[in-house]
C-alpha cells in the first residue's frame, strides 16, 4: 500500500507522541515538520528521521510531497495554521481543542467542505480501543438508559506563569487544554449538547482559568459532571451510568482499561490497551478517510467539533473569559 506522507507543524510535546504512533504505521510517512525555530525543526527531525525540517509554517503548506499535515501549535495558531495548509490543498488533522472558538471553527470547517478537503479534529481518545469498546456497549444498551456522566481531568503545573499553560496570549487555562477532554466525553456519550450549562472557575493571576467545574443538564433530566485543572491533580477518571449499570473508566482520556458492573453481578474489568503511544489511532482514521475519499471522520464529525466549540463558548462567557486574540 503507498505511504500516506505527513507534515508536522509545530514540534511540542504532543506532536513527539503522534511521531512516535506514526512510526508504528507502515503505511504512514513523516515526509516534513515546520516550526517557526529551524532549528527546532531540525532537531524533531534528526529524532524521528524526518527528510525535511522548515522554518517556517509555510514552507511545510506548500511542500509538494506531504498528502496531510497535523496541526499541533498553540491553540491561536490553529486556524491560522489550518488554513494556510488548506489552501495550499492539503488534508488537515488538527490538534484540540480545535481552535480558540467556535467562530473560528466554523470558518475552518466551511472552508474545508468548500475545497472538498479532509479535516478533522484530533481527539484522539476517541479512537482508543478501550473508549471503542464503550460505544459498542452503549449502542448494544448493556447498561440501558445513561443518565449521568462523570469526568475530570486535572494536573498540578506549578511552572512559569509565561508557560502556555497559563499565557492568555498562547490560548492558556484548563477548558482548552484539559477540559475539552471530559466535555468532548460527554458529547460523545450523550450524542448531543447540553439545553442547560452551569459552571464556575477560578480564575488566576495570570488572567486564565487554572481549574473549573461544570454542571450539563440534558432533555430527560440527564446529567453531566465535568472538571478540569492546571494548577490541582485530579484522578482523571470517567463514570457512565446507566438504569441497567454503570461503565468506569480509570485515566479515562489515555483509557487502557474499563470495569463494567451490571445490576446483581460483581465488577468485570477489561484490559484493553492501546499499541505504540495510542496517537496512532487518530492517524489511522484519517488515513483511512482519506483512502477513501472522505472529507470527514463519521467518528469525529466536523459538525460535533463545532457544537462542542460552541459550548466552551458558553462556558468561558460565563466567567467572563476572553483571550486577546480575540478582541
Known amino acids: ?5 505527513w507534515g508536522i ?10 511521531a512516535k504512533g506514526l512510526l508504528a504505521l507502515p503505511d504512514a510517512q513523516i515526509a516534513a515538520v515546520a516550526s517557526r525555530s529551524h532549528s527546532r525543526a531540525a532537531d524533531f527531525a534528526g529524532q524521528y528521521g524526518i527528510g525535511r525540517a522548515y522554518g517556517s509554517y509555510e514552507e511545510l503548506a506548500r511542500d509538494p510531497d506531504v498528502d496531510i499535515v497535523y496541526v499541533a501549535t498553540p491553540h491561536p495558531m490553529h486556524k491560522g495554521c489550518a488554513f494556510l495548509c488548506l489552501q495550499a490543498g492539503k488534508a488537515v488533522l488538527c490538534e484540540k481543542s480545535f481552535t480558540v472558538n467556535a467562530t473560528d471553527a466554523a470558518g475552518l470547517i466551511a472552508y474545508a467542505r468548500q475545497s472538498g478537503l479532509f479535516l478533522m479534529e484530533a481527539m484522539w481518545t476517541r479512537f482508543l480501543p478501550a473508549v471503542e469498546k464503550v460505544r459498542q456497549w452503549l449502542a448494544e444498551g448493556i447498561i440501558g438508559e445513561v443518565r449521568q456522566v462523570k469526568a475530570d481531568f486535572g494536573f498540578l503545573f506549578d511552572g512559569h506563569p509565561a508557560h502556555r499553560l497559563l499565557n492568555p ?6 477548558l482548552l487544554d484539559v ?12 450524542g448531543t449538547q447540553p439545553s442547560s450549562i452551569t459552571s464556575l472557575a477560578d480564575i488566576g493571576l495570570t488572567g486564565v482559568d487554572e481549574q473549573f467545574a461544570a454542571l450539563f443538564g440534558y432533555e430527560g433530566g440527564k446529567l453531566a459532571m465535568l472538571s478540569g485543572a492546571v494548577r490541582t491533580d485530579t484522578p482523571q477518571d470517567a463514570w457512565i451510568l446507566g438504569t441497567k449499570g454503570s461503565v ?13 458492573t451490571l445490576q446483581g453481578r460483581a465488577p468485570e474489568k477489561y484490559e484493553l490497551p492501546f499499541e505504540a503511544t495510542g496517537y496512532n489511532y487518530e492517524a489511522a482514521e484519517a488515513m483511512r478517510c482519506l483512502r477513501e475519499g472522505r472529507t470527514e471522520s463519521a467518528v469525529m464529525p466536523l459538525d460535533e467539533t463545532l457544537t462542542i466549540m460552541k459550548t466552551m463558548d458558553v462556558i468561558r462567557k460565563q466567567w467572563g473569559l476572553r483571550y486577546p486574540c480575540e478582541d
Open 248 to 260: 468506569f473508566i480509570p485515566d479515562f482520556w489515555h483509557a487502557k482499561a474499563l470495569v463494567l
Open 179 to 190: 477540559g475539552i477532554y471530559p466535555v468532548s466525553f460527554a458529547s460523545m456519550i450523550f
Open 9 to 18: 507543524m509545530g514540534p511540542g510535546t504532543i506532536a513527539h507522541s503522534f
Open 169 to 174: 496570549e498562547l490560548g492558556g487555562g484548563a
Open 1 to 5: 500500500m503507498e505511504k500516506i506522507r
